[in-house]
T-cell receptor, first 111, second 108 residues
Framework: NAGVTQTPKFRVLKTGQSMTLLCAQDMNHEYMYWYRQDPGMGLRLIHYSVGEGTTAKGEVPDGYNVSRLKKQNFLLGLESAAPSQTSVYFC??????????FGQGTRLTVV | KNEVEQSPQNLTAQEGEFITINCSYSVGISALHWLQQHPGGGIVSLFMLSSGKKKHGRLIATINIQEKHSSLHITASHPRDSAVYICAVVSGNTPLVFGKGTRLSVIA
């Protein structure tokens, strides 16, 4: 009963490097979300998806890309990492927009 | 966009104290969540409510839709209640909008 699984859990990147964060859910949820959490800012929506093959921009999409090729997976990409992208990233999924089940988070540091 | 404000931002309490955390929002909603995040941990949902009051153990959540306000109460607080408590609101088919959280520390 995995729920929402994020990989990796920790990562350190150098400025300019690229990486992909993977979110996988086994609950057959239509909706999936990527958030970033920064001190004093709360959770801010980066991108989200309302179903397989669809993506939409959230509040802070710049510098990130996403893909939802399979219903159970939602990938978040950083093409050229910047120190401003140092954050804790959370993935979430849900049946509807009234709820959210969260992963354990990925702590990313860009040096 | 719905603006969600939580107060206080930080709260320190002695074990056993009654605690109240407040959440207000600017636009009408269909539901409101209270979430809990322990240090270094994930985020779990405590309550989802659209009216009235819900109780689970020592936690009580209330909402007043007309006043656009919700409160989370913790009775007989304990150090294990130390966490960040987050309010999030649901409006139509848009994703959840989150408050910035209230950091609670309960001292033995």
């Amino acid at each position: 009963n995995a729920g929402v699984t994020q990989t990796p859990k920790f990562r350190v990147l150098k400025t300019g490097q690229s990486m992909t964060l993977l979110c996988a859910q086994d609950m057959n949820h239509e909706y999936m979300y990527w958030y970033r959490q920064d001190p004093g800012m709360g959770l801010r929506l980066i991108h989200y998806s309302v179903g397989e093959g669809t993506t939409a921009k959230g509040e802070v999409p710049d510098g990130y890309n996403v893909s939802r090729l399979k219903k159970q997976n939602f990938l978040l990409g950083l093409e050229s990492a910047a120190p401003s992208q140092t954050s804790v990233y959370f993935c979430a999924s849900s049946y509807t927009t009234t709820e959210a089940f969260f992963g354990q988070g990925t702590r990313l540091t860009v040096v | 966009k719905n603006e969600v404000e939580q107060s206080p931002q930080n709260l320190t309490a002695q074990e056993g104290e009654f605690i109240t955390i407040n959440c207000s929002y600017s636009v009408g909603i269909s539901a409101l969540h209270w979430l809990q995040q322990h240090p270094g941990g994930g985020i779990v949902s405590l309550f989802m409510l659209s009216s009235g009051k819900k109780k689970h153990g020592r936690l009580i959540a209330t909402i007043n839709i007309q006043e656009k306000h919700s409160s989370l109460h913790i009775t007989a607080s304990h150090p294990r209640d130390s966490a960040v408590y987050i309010c999030a609101v649901v409006s139509g088919n848009t994703p959840l909008v989150f408050g910035k959280g209230t950091r609670l520390s309960v001292i033995a």
